[in-house]
């Protein structure tokens, strides 16, 4: 799992990870946190601000023949 401390936390994480943070109002991102906390609520811990996502990650290595 990955761990946030809130969901603003995480949402501010992966917008400005992406070509968005640029171009992005802050209404606009205010916007987006508010709708995340409704989108994120099964992962929050009860009575907590604390965020945790079960992501999984996988790395494929491969070789030219």
Known sequence: P???PSVEAM????VNATPLA???TQAQLDAIIADSYAVYAPFRIAEEEQLTIPLTGYVVVATPE
Do not use: S
């Open 11 to 14: 949402v501010l994480t992966e």
């Open 2 to 4: 990955v761990y946030f």
């Open 22 to 24: 640029d171009r992005l």
